[in-house]
């Protein structure tokens, strides 16, 4: 990305941010991406947030000029841009103490990652009922050849394809604006394929929570994306006494600075990074099922250092709680955004 586009695009994340908010966030719908003016074709893949079909085209044939710009004015809506850089990704290993078996922290060692485009709040009721009412769970494509089987077990309280708390094929009627939950690792990599998009990996997903906050002089990453110290006002977490999902507009204030909600708390989120326990050489450590890394905490986390950007916990690929939902993300890498100018002249 030219140097100029990166600091203007900062800038553009900040006024999305404050358009979108809203004297009730709780009450506010589900965010809605639309363009009237857009050719038929490409409207509709913006308005089912397919748009990364349009940039990064499967077949490798390039769409016109006119249908980019629609597809960036999408993406400066609905994504931010995260540079790349290093993380300290940390863990813990099994070992025995007096007590018993213990986890004890560890620091696993530095990534480097490069520069993605991350969604700015989790996929949605909304946004996932799209991907059910267009065959999502039907469409073998999506789904690896060895689960296909558990897919028709991938249902709703009413035996219908969808998220296990959903019925009739639909959310409730009051939770639109939530993050989805009740889907597995399989049903987010699905919906991710579908939109032309993949799963962050553990350490793009701290990348993103701590490249802002952290400061020029210090190569310590921060806990949160707002700084170190915990807000609960900041946080869908348990001291913020709601004990449920809150909608995608809610606790605003925990944004990073280009405008990604709600990294810490309300959902934990899937990660495309398989959870692998270090152990000491008494300790045999046995996994039935394969995992995969959850990041963030959740409404439901009690304890503040389960819900650092840094902190990690797992489930395993099949598992469907009511706490863990995710994003999706691209890589930025070879894309050249058209520049605000553009996009403002496009609005104009």
């Known amino acids: 990305m030219p140097f100029a586009t990166f600091f203007s695009r ?75 850089g290093n993380v300290t990704l940390c863990g813990e290993y099994a070992t025995t103490s007096e007590e018993g078996f213990v986890l004890v922290p560890q620091v696993v060692g530095t990534s480097q990652t490069d520069s993605i485009y991350l969604d700015r709040w989790c996929v949605t009721n909304a946004d996932f009922q799209r991907f059910v009412q267009a065959g999502g769970y039907e469409n073998v494509s999506l789904w690896p050849e060895q689960i296909l089987a558990s897919v028709l077990q991938f249902v709703d309280k009413t035996g219908q394809p969808g998220p296990a708390f959903w019925e009739n094929g639909q959310p409730a009627k009051t ?70 999902t809150v909608s995608v507009h809610e606790c605003q204030g925990g944004n990073t600075p280009n405008g990604i909600r709600q990294l810490i708390g309300n959902v934990w989120e899937w990660m495309n990074t398989q959870y692998l326990l270090a152990a000491t050489e008494e300790i045999t450590v046995h996994m039935t099922d394969p995992m995969a890394e959850v990041r963030g905490g959740a409404f439901d986390s009690y304890f503040h250092s389960h819900t650092t950007c840094q902190s990690r916990s797992a489930q395993t690929l099949l598992a469907r709680k009511n706490n863990v939902g995710f994003r999706c993300c691209f890589s930025a890498e070879g894309l050249d955004p058209h520049g605000d100018e553009e996009m403002q002249a496009a609005d104009a």
């Open 10 to 84: 900062p800038l553009s994340a900040f006024r999305a941010s404050f358009s979108a908010a809203k004297p009730d966030a709780a009450a506010a719908g589900p965010p809605i991406l639309d363009f009237p003016g857009a050719p038929p074709d490409i409207r509709q893949l913006v308005r089912e947030r397919q748009y990364a079909h349009i940039v990064r085209p499967a077949d490798g044939i390039a769409f016109d000029p006119d249908s980019l710009r629609y597809a960036w004015k999408a993406i400066d809506h609905d994504m931010a841009y995260v540079p790349g």
């Open 175 to 244: 939770t639109a604006a939530h993050p989805v939950v009740g889907v597995s690792w399989y049903e987010a990599n699905a919906y991710a394929q579908w939109v032309g998009k993949r799963l962050p990996t553990s350490a793009e997903w701290q990348r993103a929570g701590t490249w802002g906050a952290t400061g020029s002089d210090s190569l310590k990453e921060s806990k949160y994306p707002w700084g170190n110290s915990f807000d609960p006002q900041f946080a869908n977490t348990w001291a913020s006494g709601r004990h449920q």
